[in-house]
């Protein structure tokens, strides 16, 4: 297991490296290039840069979050092959730099959808949360708005401003898509950039869709363990897998997510950790990573990962603000920072036992 901190770059991640490299057992830095839109071509001389710095404080480049897919790739339309291409060179850039985890996700639009970036928790900590009867009784361009105006002129992830200017545009793209055409258009996407993918051995992981049902009649189709199934057999590749992100998968209080896991060892690529609290039907807000602050397990999955063979990189996902930090959104260092010292916790544990367990 390769435990890392997802970092936005400079210019975006008030978080600088050093501090990274002072949690314990961080080893990798998840980055990204924050400033390109998607669909541009990602130069290589970029993602070397991005590496060295990253090298320089003396962590690894593990992994890219995200590469995003353009809404002509998701919607179908038919310059998708062009933007296609483009993805294409931009995992040739990064397979040159020796980059071979890429985490992407499919949804419409939007990427993760919160009704409340600072919702105040009973300990005074601040965190993201979602209401169903709050996102339906907006549309969508006051939604992205409001989440621009509480984001404390930080740049969210998948909430950029120049996307805002086209929401309605977006919209009108998805209009004859629905699952099963959305799903049909994934398909499409993988099967193009796996040859690329083989040449460098790269590591595709597509993120769930957060929260994992349908937003704004968008249609969402990567919501749980058969339907991430589903798509890694019709493209059944080793290298087409999945980011095991076990909050957006859990923000259903129905999902099963050890189940999850098992069903889809092998093919998890990448683990995003964090636990959720459920608050009622369609509702959830976000909590410490301990299992005791939320409705998830957080050892029941840190033991079914390690029991699927898991061996790769593992991130806590967004963390409570606390201690008056004040940064991105659900991405401050401090929580995030004890989310690992506790996940490195469950991990000793379980790889200890498992040990115990096989030389017994
Ligand atoms: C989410 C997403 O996991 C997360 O932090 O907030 O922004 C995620 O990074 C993307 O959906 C992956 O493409
Ligand atoms: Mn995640």
Known sequence: MKMCFRWFGPGFDPIPLAHIRQIPGVRGVIGTLYDLPAGAPWPRDRVRALR????????????????????????????????????????????????????????????????????????????????????????????????????????????????????????????????????????????????????????????????????????????GGERMLRFLKAVDDPLNGVTLCSGSLGSRADADIPGIIASLAGRIHFAHLRNVRHTGPGRFEEAAHLSGDGSLDMYAIVK??????????????????????????GYGLYDRALGIAYLNGLWEAVEKEGRNGRSA
């Not at 099967?191 to 993120?207: E, L, N, Q, V």
């Not at 967004?318 to 201690?323: E, L, P, T, V, Y």
């Open 52 to 223: 060295e710095q990253v090298e320089a404080a003396g962590l690894e480049l593990s992994g890219i979050e995200s590469v995003n897919v353009h809404d002509a790739i998701k919607a179908g339309l038919p310059e998708r092959d062009r933007y296609i291409e483009a993805y294409i060179a931009s995992l040739k850039a990064l397979g040159e730099e020796d980059v071979d985890l890429v985490c992407y996700n499919f949804m419409p639009v939007f990427d993760w959808t919160r009704s409340d970036l600072a919702k105040p928790r009973e300990d005074g900590a601040t965190v993201l949360a979602y209401d169903q009867a709050a996102v339906d009784a907006v549309d969508p361009e006051a939604a992205f708005a409001a989440v621009e105006a509480a984001s404390g002129g930080f740049t969210l992830p998948g909430w950029e401003p120049e996307r805002l200017a086209r929401v309605r545009e977006l919209f009108e793209l998805y209009r004859e898509v629905d699952e099963e055409r959305l799903l049909e258009n994934l398909i499409y996407f993988a099967k193009a950039i796996m040859p690329t993918c083989a040449r460098y051995g790269i590591r595709m992981a597509i993120h769930p869709d957060d929260p994992a049902w349908p937003v704004f009649g968008l249609p969402r189709i990567v919501t």
């Open 304 to 329: 079914a990962l390690y029991e699927s063979g898991f061996d790769g990189a593992i991130r806590p996902d967004h963390g409570r603000m606390i201690w008056g930090e004040r940064g991105m959104p």
